[in-house]
């Protein structure tokens, strides 16, 4: 069993950043591909990015490409988004998933088999 803790959510304004941070226990953290994904009122809970096992390879959504960066930090059990530039649509509760590692892709979000409780991001002015 894996237990996952998010925290860093909050109000933002439109251009603002916002770091999340996302705390596993239960597994070996490096055998474990690490997800955040986001569900906004009356939508799918989707990708936004994901990161293997290794850190060797990430995935973005294509609308959070070149403002938002997933990173994972071994030794401390934990994965972050930093998330910059941040617009009103990425307003939705993100979460943080994790599943052992496996082939194929790393944004299926059927793949994943543990997640946290969701944190909620709220950008506006």
């Known amino acids: 069993q894996v237990h996952l803790v998010e925290s860093g959510g909050g109000l933002v304004q439109p251009g603002g950043s916002l770091r999340l941070s996302c705390a596993a226990s239960?597994?070996?953290?490096?055998?474990?591909?690490m997800g955040w994904f986001r569900q906004a009122p009356g939508k799918e809970r989707r990708i936004v990015a994901a990161?293997?096992?290794?850190?060797?390879?990430?995935l973005y959504l294509d609308s959070v490409k070149g403002r938002f960066t997933i990173s994972r930090d071994n030794a401390k059990n934990t994965v972050y988004l930093q998330m910059n530039s941040l617009k009103p649509e990425d307003t939705a509760v993100y979460y943080c998933?994790?599943?052992?590692?496996?082939?194929?892709?790393?944004?299926?979000?059927?793949?994943?088999?543990?997640w946290g409780q969701g944190t909620q991001v709220t950008v506006s002015s």
């Open positions: 998933a994790a599943r052992v590692i496996r082939g194929g892709t790393l944004g299926s979000r059927y793949s994943y088999d543990y």
């Open positions: 990161v293997s096992g290794s850190g060797d390879n990430t």
């Open positions: 239960g597994r070996t953290f490096s055998n474990l591909d």
